[in-house]
T-cell receptor
Framework: GQQLNQSPQSMFIQEGEDVSMNCTSSSIFNTWLWYKQDPGEGPVLLIALYKAGELTSNGRLTAQFGITRKDSFLNISASIPSDVGIYFCAGQLDNYGQNFVFGPGTRLSVLP | GAGVSQTPSNKVTEKGKYVELRCDPISGHTALYWYRQSLGQGPEFLIYFQGTGAADDSGLPNDRFFAVRPEGSVSTLKIQRTERGDSAVYLC???????????FGPGTRLTVL
């Protein structure tokens, strides 16, 4: 099936540092979503991107929809302890219906 | 409550048994989704309902899996003859429409012994 790759797989950063993670695919997507999942909870939507090249911010988070429509990145500025969790990208394939393909996630740990 | 709820939160069963997992979507949401999340992986799409009908069931892995939403609200995911490989967290999400944000429930952790 279709696959998304996320990098890095995990990262440890100091509180206050900026974070960057990305998501790539060999397929073209028409929507990119970024979610955060805390232990024992379902994913929560952070940012949605609908157009190639789109750059969108949500507080300290910024995400971009790649021009090729095959990648996206998420940046977190000035990380805080509550940023800890797993970040998933998800894409909706072009003309593929209503289901979304999720990446394997990036696990973020923030050290005080 | 205001969010998506799922019951039970945990289910342990034996290989070969039948299980039902329930999802209560956000009131008024017409779209409902089921996903399966294995350890260390992202959610994997199973099925999507628009109202009472399954609009896309292409993610169901085989015919042991079935889901219903008879009144367009609560949905039940049914798994027959469970196998150890079915062990995962089953997530439900709902949205108010086709293109709208999906809100996820906390999931049901299924363990098949």
């Amino acid at each position: 099936g279709q696959q998304l790759n996320q990098s890095p797989q995990s990262m440890f950063i100091q509180e206050g540092e900026d974070v960057s993670m990305n998501c790539t695919s060999s397929s073209i997507f028409n929507t990119w979503l970024w979610y955060k999942q805390d232990p024992g909870e379902g994913p929560v939507l952070l940012i949605a991107l609908y157009k190639a090249g789109e750059l969108t911010s949500n507080g300290r988070l910024t995400a971009q929809f790649g021009i090729t429509r095959k990648d996206s990145f998420l940046n977190i500025s000035a990380s805080i302890p509550s940023d800890v969790g797993i970040y998933f990208c998800a894409g909706q394939l072009d003309n593929y219906g209503q289901n979304f393909v999720f990446g394997p996630g990036t696990r973020l740990s923030v050290l005080p | 409550g205001a969010g998506v709820s799922q019951t039970p939160s945990n289910k342990v069963t034996e290989k070969g048994k039948y299980v039902e997992l329930r999802c209560d979507p956000i009131s008024g949401h017409t779209a409902l989704y089921w996903y399966r999340q294995s350890l260390g992986q992202g959610p994997e799409f199973l099925i999507y309902f628009q109202g009472t009908g399954a609009a896309d069931d292409s993610g169901l892995p085989n015919d042991r899996f079935f889901a219903v939403r008879p009144e367009g609200s609560v949905s039940t995911l049914k798994i027959q003859r469970t196998e150890r490989g079915d062990s995962a967290v089953y997530l439900c999400a709902s949205s108010s429409g086709y293109t709208d944000t999906q809100y996820f429930g906390p999931g049901t952790r299924l363990t098949v012994l």
